[in-house]
Structures are given as structure tokens and as C-alpha cells.
């Protein structure tokens, strides 16, 4: 049965992800830039889950599927599930109110220091190449615009 509703699975995301690199065709290349980015990928992925499904080896011996820790502290799971879901929301709601151009290095210093407790200076670098990447890549290089967040409306600057 796990190995149809993999097959099953994995056709439907290829179909999808065909669909959508296929639809791009007609676009200006900035338009259709973000979906061949991620289509092409998913599409590739797909495909060899398919080909796993399909032609790969069916003993179940070494099973390479992601199992959980069962031998923490229910107490220990449960926090540091909530914690995660803490940074994802914590990260939302900087995007919602500083925008995207501020979220994103503020999120990645705040989670290496943190969360990973780094030091200052891995933490500042891994900001400041991460900021390098977004406004190099997505603001300079491809013009793409990101709206400033509700602060940045609030007080006139955005």
C-alpha cells in the first residue's frame, strides 16, 4: 500500500510541477523565473521518487525513512515542538510588519544567535551574507519589489 500512495503521489507532483514549468512558456523571463526555480527541482524529485517506486529495491531491512525520537521525555518533544513553531510564527509576523528586506536577516541573526547560540560574529556574518544574497539577487539583480511591512506603513516610510 506505502508503495502505490507513493507512486500516486509522486505522478500527481509531476504532473503538477510539469503543468507548471509547461504554462511558463509564453511569460517574460522575470515572470516566469520563480516557477521554473522551484518547478524544474520538484519535477526532477518527483520523478525519481517514481523511478524508486517503481524499479527500487522492495526489502524493508535498512529502512532510510525518517523515524522520530521515541526515547526523549514527552515534556522535552512537546517543547521543543512548540519552539519551532514559535520561530515559524515569530518569522511571519516580522515579515508582516517589517517587511520582507528586514525579516529575513533579522530572522536568520536572531535564530543562529539565539537558537544555535553562536557568537556574535558568525552570527552578524551569517546576516549580513544572507541580507547580500536578498538584496543582491532579488532587489538589484532581478528588480523584484517587496513591500515594506506595517511599520514601515504606519510611520510613512513604506
Do not use: N
Not at 503521489?9 to 510539469?18: D, F, W
Not at 522575470?30 to 525519481?48: D, E, S
Amino acid at each position: 500500500m506505502h508503495s502505490k500512495a507513493s507512486l500516486a503521489l509522486g505522478l500527481g507532483i509531476m504532473v503538477l510541477s510539469g503543468w507548471a514549468v509547461a504554462s511558463t512558456f509564453g511569460w517574460p523571463w522575470k515572470a516566469a523565473l520563480f516557477p521554473l526555480v522551484i518547478g524544474i527541482p520538484v519535477f526532477c524529485l518527483a520523478a525519481a521518487e517514481v523511478l524508486w517506486v517503481m524499479f527500487g529495491s522492495t526489502e524493508r531491512g535498512d529502512s532510510p525513512d525518517f523515524q522520530l525520537t521515541r526515547d526523549l521525555p514527552r515534556r522535552v518533544m512537546l517543547r521543543r515542538t512548540l519552539t519551532g513553531m514559535a520561530w515559524i510564527v515569530g518569522f511571519f509576523v516580522a515579515i508582516v510588519l517589517l517587511g520582507f528586506p528586514i525579516a529575513v536577516p533579522l530572522f536568520v541573526f536572531l535564530y543562529v544567535k539565539l537558537q544555535g547560540r553562536e557568537g556574535w560574529g558568525t552570527s552578524l556574518a551569517l546576516a549580513l551574507a544572507v541580507w547580500g544574497i536578498f538584496y543582491g539577487l532579488l532587489d538589484r539583480l532581478l528588480h523584484l519589489p517587496f513591500p515594506g511591512g506595517w511599520i514601515q506603513a504606519w510611520i510613512g516610510i513604506g
